[in-house]
């Protein structure tokens, strides 16, 4: 089977060689290697984009293939980071506080070291009591099983919801706009369990590997990213090819046509739905430990919508067009609002980028759908000219 | 009739007062083939949309098949699984897939999104595709894409994708509008050849077409039945010779 997928999809296997080719180059140049031509930062930043790159894939399939514009995919990404973050929170404060009473001539009750780790966790929303959010916090095998379930069911109930009422297009926009503005400003509260707008930190930090430096973590998290854009981009690949690739297709052309064929398209809506949201949170939750720390604002709904804008600019209906742009446009904001790109002086103005990168972006945003609907992978087809 | 498949009777739909249907009621038996005209508005799309359950009507039943199933309650995707393909007036092919594509997603099979994300081709599937294509003419198109082709050729697919769902009765909503005579002869003849073994319906303003198919003709007008017979015995009807030869549309 496999190789007759891979045949069918030449792309796959350049993605994959050119994944590795990237993903050894950075490895050889890093700290944690020993050359250091790559600052352990940097690393960071191309392990955080490869994460970004995930999330676009699976905006790619929901969208570019199955043609549903969800605009709430960083909830799925913000989910998946807030569950490996209380898990990540929760093992280092608790080493910190055993390691701090351990000199005290009486051992200290269970009790007591619960409330010194709640203490020092939500102390900073004025509480010291664990939510029955963090439930599970104490155990990395089931945080980490939050990671893709709490998304899925979210995206699961979400969808089923929308879809069986039949809200396409715009409506369903909006809809998910909602669910994400709706899941930041609830966690933006200070009783919401998750620590308000403080949101998680520390994140960087493995319980663990106190002795490892972070050149090394930071490097695992990038070789751990490439392994699951890799495998991510295995599975949508194969998905959206053969026949589930030609329903998928064909409900965002013509629903219609496809429910008169026989086909329920509410089910497979919400396969790709689901689907795409588990493979969010999965991308979230190898971005964060990256990032260091995650708050509501991770969450708002703009973040989605620069999701569809790196999708869009990068060719929609296409895997490798997600990827492109969304390494390309998140590493050129990068530079831009990190202050790598030179003010122009004009003498009666000055063009500060930090301000001015966002215009950019959204006239680009508006060129690409204007002039180049199949954005910069649509290059591509100029390249491999198919003999008619 | 013994064999009936499609059993209408009393249907009755409007869209804000306007009675688009008006207890309506025709009976398909299976095998036939059965040509609907009318004026515009006559009802004739509705008449479809409620068959496929895209319309729920005000009053009425619709009965389905030997156990005698009610389509009233049934999705589209429920009702096309039952047995009943449809196509549209303007062809609703998918373009950006290729001709095999578009066969392969109609052709018979489990519609469920395991089943599907799991398929393989078969030689049998391959085969059937290859005897359909065959049947509308589109051997030689079969890895192009379905855009690609000319208006004629994209009916023909449509009609094609019917087949393919092995359903029990067809509906065929213009299916020669915008085609050049000869392309019409070759329409005619699959409808036929379709109609040997299960029910067609065939919905056409062209009266040129219904004569070539030589059958039954229902006549519809604001609704309902206003006659039905045989072209000739409907079209020296006085009644109908008013409201629609009248016209002009002869």
Request: net charge neutral.
């Amino acid at each position: 089977m496999h190789k007759t997928f891979i045949s069918q999809n030449p792309s796959v296997l350049w993605f994959i060689a050119l994944l590795g080719l990237f993903t050894l180059a950075v490895t050889v140049g890093s700290e944690a290697f020993g050359t250091g031509l790559i600052s352990t930062s940097m690393v960071k930043t191309l392990g955080k984009t490869l994460c970004l790159c995930l999330i676009a894939i699976a905006m790619d399939v929901v969208w570019g293939y199955c043609g549903i514009l969800s605009l709430g995919h960083f909830a799925f990404f913000g989910i998946g980071g807030y569950a490996i973050g209380m898990w990540l929170m929760y093992a280092r404060t608790e080493g910190i506080v055993l390691s701090s009473l351990s000199g005290q001539a009486i051992p200290s009750t269970a009790q007591e070291i619960s409330d010194a780790i709640g203490n020092q966790i939500f102390g900073v929303v004025g509480s010291s009591d664990f939510p029955w959010l963090w439930a599970f916090a104490d155990n990395l095998f089931l945080q980490l099983l939050m990671v893709v379930v709490v998304p899925g069911l979210l995206a699961l109930v979400f969808g089923w919801l929308a879809f069986r009422s039949r809200v396409t297009g715009v409506y369903l926009s909006i809809l998910t706009q909602a669910m994400t503005l709706a899941l930041s400003l609830w966690l933006f509260q200070n009783d919401s369990g998750l620590r308000g707008n403080n949101g998680l930190s520390g994140l960087q930090n493995i319980p663990g590997f106190e002795g490892s430096s972070q050149a090394a973590i930071s490097l695992a998290f990038f070789l751990g990213s490439a392994l699951a854009l890799a495998l991510g981009y295995l599975l949508f690949a194969w998905v959206v090819s053969g026949k589930m690739g030609s329903v998928v297709q064909g409900i965002r052309d013509n629903e219609a046509r496809v429910r008169f064929l026989g086909y329920r398209v509410e089910g497979y809506k919400l396969f790709i739905f689901t689907l795409t949201a588990v493979v969010s949170g999965i991308a979230g939750a190898l971005y964060y430990p990256q990032a260091g720390i995650i708050n509501p604002a991770e969450l708002a709904p703009i973040a989605s919508i620069y999701l569809a804008v790196w999708v869009a600019i990068g060719g929609r209906g296409r895997l490798y067009g997600a990827v492109i742009g969304a390494a390309f446009v998140s590493l050129l904001s990068s530079w831009f609002t990190g202050g790598g790109a030179p003010a122009i002086d004009l003498g009666f103005y000055t063009i500060l980028w930090t301000d001015w990168w966002l215009v950019l972006l959204g006239v680009s945003f508006v060129c690409v759908t204007l002039f180049f609907p199949k954005g910069i992978g649509g290059l591509f087809d100029y390249l491999v000219r198919k003999p008619s | 009739m013994n064999n009936t498949l499609l059993e209408v009777s009393g249907v009755s739909v409007s869209f804000d007062g306007f009675k688009a249907i008006n207890s309506l009621s025709i009976q398909i038996a299976e095998p036939e083939l059965r040509a609907i005209i009318g004026p515009n508005g006559a009802g004739k799309t509705t008449f479809m949309d409620i068959i496929t359950g895209k319309t729920k009507p005000d009053e009425g039943v619709v009965i389905w098949g030997e156990r005698n199933i009610s389509l009233l309650g049934m999705s589209e995707a429920d009702i096309a699984n039952a047995g009943i393909g449809r196509k549209f007036q303007k062809p609703t092919v998918f373009e950006a897939q290729t001709v095999r594509q578009n066969l392969a997603m109609a052709l018979k099979n489990p519609r469920g999104p395991l089943a599907v994300l799991l398929h393989r081709k078969t030689p049998g599937n391959a085969a059937r595709i290859e005897a359909i294509a065959e049947e509308i003419g589109l051997s030689d198109s079969l890895p192009r894409i379905a855009g690609e082709l000319s208006h004629g050729q994209k009916q023909w697919l449509e009609i094609g994708m019917l087949l393919a769902q092995e359903p029990r009765l067809l509906l065929v909503d213009e299916p020669a509008a915008g085609m050049t005579v000869e392309e019409r002869e070759k329409t005619t003849d699959i409808l036929k050849r379709a109609a040997q073994t299960r029910a067609v319906v065939v919905v056409e303003h062209d009266m040129e077409f219904v004569r070539r198919l030589g059958c039954k003709v229902t006549v519809l007008h604001e609704g309902s039945v206003l006659a039905e017979g045989s072209l000739d015995h409907v079209t020296s009807n006085p009644t109908v010779i008013e409201v629609y030869l009248g016209r002009g549309h002869a």
